[in-house]
């Protein structure tokens, strides 16, 4: 095995290894946005206070005073 077969080799197994741990790397980041997008639905409703009621059209608010 030559020397550049060495410097080969030892590039490839750097290469894989990196790669590993960019997949695992990615893995933990995607579960942990899991886990804040289901923190963040949890709390959606609550942050935005009491719901509003919308005012009836004038026209009906008229007919129920009569």
């Given at each position: 095995?030559?020397?550049?077969?060495?410097?080969?080799?030892?590039?490839?197994?750097?290469?894989?290894?990196?790669?590993?741990?960019?997949?695992?790397?990615?893995?933990?980041?995607m579960?942990?946005?899991?886990?804040?997008?289901?923190?963040?639905?949890?709390?959606?409703?609550?942050?935005?206070?009491?719901?509003?009621?919308?005012?009836?059209?004038?026209?009906?608010?008229?007919?129920?005073?009569?």
């Amino acid at each position: 095995m030559s020397e550049l077969d060495k410097i080969r080799a030892e590039i490839r197994a750097i290469t894989a290894e990196t790669l590993e741990c960019m997949r695992i790397l990615h893995a933990e980041k995607m579960a942990k946005f899991d886990e804040l997008e289901v923190w963040l639905r949890a709390h959606k409703s609550r942050d935005r206070g009491p719901r509003r009621r919308r005012k009836p059209p004038k026209r009906i608010q008229g007919k129920k005073q009569q």
